[in-house]
């Protein structure tokens, strides 16, 4: 079992330029979900996912934009990078009934 | 205003001292409550649940407070080890999965 797995692990981007962070899991969880992490500000929930083919916003959906094809991906579109999504994200996932949310290690995206 | 808020510290207190943080919700409709731990640039990672009946694992004891939308996490005996961030997430009406964050409380435990 290798969890919840994203890549890249560190990206950097130019203002304007559009990416793909990529998120896996193995459990077979139905939820999952993106968070990024600024200081002072703990996790916030950028979008998240009740199952295939189901998805909804968080606290800060904008400039955002994911879809969810299959259980196991969940990957979280940048759509046109500004100096304000340089931050550290997050994905997470959950099981039905389950308590505990599992995080993967992280993506840390710089936007120059 | 955030969902969830949680004074963010740091709180610095010396090996052995027993700490209390405080996290409050808003979303009264909120039916799961968590304590999460997250040491230096690493992911978050439950450390305990919450529930109404209070809950104890070891030196950390958790607690809920419906009727002021609070939950509370004591840990005793504090170790060097215990230095991290400790953050509360509250889980959304009914089983959506969605779970939201406060902003993260910083403990530093010192010698």
């Known amino acids: 079992n290798a969890g919840v797995t994203q890549t890249p692990k560190f990206q950097v981007l130019k203002t304007g330029q559009s990416m793909t962070l990529q998120c896996a899991q193995d459990?077979?969880?139905?939820?999952m979900s993106w968070y990024r992490q600024d200081p002072g500000m703990g996790l916030r929930l950028i979008h998240y996912?009740?199952?295939?083919?189901?998805?909804d916003q968080g606290e800060v959906p904008n400039g955002y934009n994911v879809s969810r094809s299959t259980t196991e991906d969940f990957p979280l579109r940048l759509l046109s990078a500004a100096p304000s999504q340089t931050s550290v994200y997050f994905c997470a996932s959950r099981g039905p009934g389950g308590y505990e949310q599992y995080f993967g290690p992280g993506t840390r995206l710089t936007v120059t | 205003r955030k969902e969830v808020e949680q004074d963010p510290g740091p709180f610095n207190v010396p090996e052995g001292a027993t700490v209390a943080f405080n996290c409050t919700y808003s979303?009264?409709?909120?039916?799961?409550f968590f304590w999460y731990r997250q040491d230096c640039r690493k992911e978050p990672k439950l450390l305990m649940s919450?529930?109404?009946s209070g809950n104890e694992d070891g030196r950390f004891t958790a607690q809920l407070n419906r009727a002021s939308q609070y939950i509370s996490l004591l840990i005793r005996d504090s170790k060097l080890s215990d230095s991290a961030t400790y953050l509360c997430a509250a889980g959304g009406s009914g089983n959506t999965g969605k779970l939201i964050f406060g902003q993260g409380t910083t403990l530093q435990v010192k010698p």
């Open positions: 996912s009740v199952g295939a083919g189901i998805t």
């Open positions: 459990m077979n969880h139905e939820y």
């Open positions: 919450v529930y109404s």
């Open positions: 979303n009264s409709a909120s039916q799961s």
